[in-house]
């Protein structure tokens, strides 16, 4: 509730299409997260990858298509193509795989609300590189977000402890 407060209040006080299309993919994410750290407990983490992109595959090729078609390109210099191929291979592939299995040996719940963080991380980021203000509306955000993370974090390891017959880890 509180990010969806704070993407109004940025977003000029109201919601736009944009709005219910990114709330559409993070539902999509969270559930391939889920699915992908399921199965990656049984397949691994790099195999599970590779089957989804290769799943996937056709349903990107379609629109990759009409978009190449549709652009006229000039030169695209050396350094674009080296930060593309970073992204593409170290930081979604490698990174997807050490997330998976991250997910697979810590457990979808527990590693998952690590995702939260990611926004945080990513606006704090561009305030560093970008120098992007950091304005109250982020720190309140941000600080709900973190305390919420922590609280079913913590909630989890009691209720664990309690299913188990062993008291919760107060430290």
Same mark, same amino acid.
């Not at 509180?2 to 990114?22: K, M, N, S």
């Given at each position: 509730?509180?990010? @969806?407060?704070?993407?109004?209040?940025?977003? &000029?006080?109201?919601?736009?299409?944009?709005?219910?299309? *990114?709330?559409? $993919?993070?539902?999509? %994410?969270?559930? $391939?997260?889920?699915?992908?750290?399921?199965?990656?407990?049984?397949?691994?983490?790099?195999?599970?990858?590779?089957?989804?992109?290769?799943?996937?595959?056709?349903?990107?090729?379609?629109?990759?298509?009409?978009? %190449?078609?549709?652009?006229?390109? +000039?030169? =695209?210099?050396?350094?674009?193509?080296?930060?593309?191929?970073?992204?593409?291979?170290?930081?979604?592939?490698?990174?997807?795989?050490?997330?998976?299995?991250?997910?697979? $040996? &810590? +457990? =979808?719940?527990?590693? &998952?609300?690590?995702?939260?963080?990611?926004?945080?991380?990513?606006? *704090?980021?561009?305030?560093? *590189?970008?120098?992007?203000?950091?304005?109250?509306?982020?720190? %309140?955000? @941000?600080?709900?977000? =973190?305390?919420?993370?922590?609280?079913?974090?913590?909630?989890?390891?009691?209720?664990?402890?309690?299913?188990?017959?062993?008291?919760?880890?107060?430290?």
């Amino acid at each position: 509730m509180a990010v @969806a407060a704070f993407a109004i209040y940025q977003g &000029g006080r109201h919601i736009e299409l944009a709005d219910g299309w *990114l709330v559409l $993919a993070m539902l999509s %994410v969270g559930l $391939a997260y889920v699915e992908g750290g399921r199965v990656s407990r049984a397949f691994g983490g790099t195999a599970t990858l590779c089957w989804a992109m290769i799943l996937l595959a056709p349903l990107a090729a379609i629109p990759l298509v009409v978009e %190449v078609h549709a652009r006229t390109w +000039g030169t =695209i210099p050396w350094q674009a193509w080296t930060g593309f191929w970073y992204a593409g291979v170290v930081s979604m592939f490698l990174g997807s795989v050490a997330w998976y299995r991250g997910l697979a $040996a &810590g +457990g =979808i719940a527990r590693i &998952g609300q690590l995702n939260l963080a990611q926004p945080l991380l990513a606006l *704090l980021w561009s305030a560093v *590189l970008l120098g992007e203000r950091i304005t109250w509306p982020f720190v %309140v955000t @941000a600080f709900v977000v =973190i305390a919420s993370m922590a609280v079913c974090i913590k909630s989890r390891v009691a209720v664990a402890a309690s299913a188990a017959g062993t008291p919760p880890d107060t430290r």
